[in-house]
T-cell receptor, first 112, second 111 residues
Framework: EPEVTQTPSHQVTQMGQEVILRCVPI?????FYWYRQILGQKVEFLVS????????KSEIFDDQFSVERPDGSNFTLKIRSTKLEDSAMYFC??????????FGNGTRLTVT | GESVGLHLPTLSVQEGDNSIINCAYS??????FIWYKQESGKGPQFIID?????DKRQGQRVTVLLNKTVKHLSLQIAATQPGDSAVYFC??????????FGPGTSLSVIP
C-alpha cells in the first residue's frame, strides 16, 4: 500500500538555524498538508497546499514558515530561523479529492 | 470557532470488552468526520470516516456514530485488543477545507 514518507525521522538544530523537512506524498494525491504535534498535545494544522499554492494556513504558519513542491514528488516545509518552541513532531499528509488524509510517520524536530 | 483543549482523556478497558471513545464539536458546518489512531512514534492512521448525511457507519470491529443534533461523534471498538492501545483523534472538516483535530483520547487496553 502506498504511503507518505518523511525524512529525516529526527532533526536536531540550534536556535536560529534554518531547517527543511522533507516529505514524499502518495503519488496520485493532489492535496498536501503539514501538521505539527508538540509533545503531549493535539495535532495542529499548519498549512494545506493544492495546485502549487497554499490553500489555507493557520496562525501558527507565520513568515518563518514556507512550503514548496520543488518537483513532482517532494513537498517540503522550511523554517527559516528556528525557535525553541518549534520543537515538535511535524507530520506531512496527502489526500485525493474528498478523501481522508494519509499521514507520514513524522519528523521529530528538536531545537536546542 | 472550534472548542479545543490540552487535557488528554484516558480510557482504560479490559481486553475483550467494547470501547467507546467520544468527540464533541462546535462547528455546525463540519460535514466530514474521520477517526484516526496514533500509536507512539507514528503518524495518525486512518480508521473510519463518515459524512454528515449519515448517522452510522461500520467497519471491521469499529463503528462510528454521528449525532448532528448534539454535535457528537463516537467511535466504538468491539472486542478491544492490546493492539488497539493508542491515542484516538477525531478529525472534522468543513466544505471549505478547514481541517481540525480534536484533542485525542488515550485508550489503554488491560490484558
Amino acid at each position: 500500500e502506498p504511503e507518505v514518507t518523511q525524512t529525516p525521522s529526527h532533526q536536531v538544530t540550534q536556535m536560529g538555524q534554518e531547517v527543511i523537512l522533507r516529505c514524499v506524498p502518495i503519488s496520485n494525491h493532489l492535496y498536501f498538508y503539514w501538521y505539527r504535534q508538540i509533545l503531549g498535545q493535539k495535532v495542529e494544522f499548519l498549512v494545506s497546499f493544492y495546485n502549487n499554492e497554499i490553500s489555507e494556513k493557520s496562525e501558527i504558519f507565520d513568515d518563518q514558515f514556507s512550503v514548496e513542491r520543488p518537483d513532482g514528488s517532494n513537498f517540503t516545509l522550511k523554517i527559516r530561523s528556528t525557535k525553541l518552541e518549534d520543537s515538535a513532531m511535524y507530520f506531512c499528509a496527502s489526500s485525493g479529492s474528498g478523501a481522508p488524509l494519509h499521514f507520514g510517520n513524522g519528523t521529530r524536530l528538536t531545537v536546542t | 470557532g472550534e472548542s479545543v483543549g490540552l487535557h488528554l482523556p484516558t480510557l482504560s478497558v479490559q481486553e475483550g470488552d467494547n470501547s467507546i471513545i467520544n468527540c464533541a464539536y462546535s462547528n455546525s458546518a463540519s460535514d466530514y468526520f474521520i477517526w484516526y489512531k496514533q500509536e507512539s512514534g507514528k503518524g495518525p492512521q486512518f480508521i473510519i470516516d463518515i459524512r454528515s448525511n449519515m448517522d452510522k457507519r461500520q467497519g471491521q470491529r469499529v463503528t462510528v456514530l454521528l449525532n448532528k443534533t448534539v454535535k457528537h461523534l463516537s467511535l466504538q471498538i468491539a472486542a478491544t485488543q492490546p493492539g488497539d492501545s493508542a491515542v484516538y483523534f477525531c478529525y472534522m472538516k468543513t466544505s471549505y477545507d478547514k481541517v481540525i483535530f480534536g484533542p485525542g483520547t488515550s485508550l489503554s487496553v488491560i490484558p
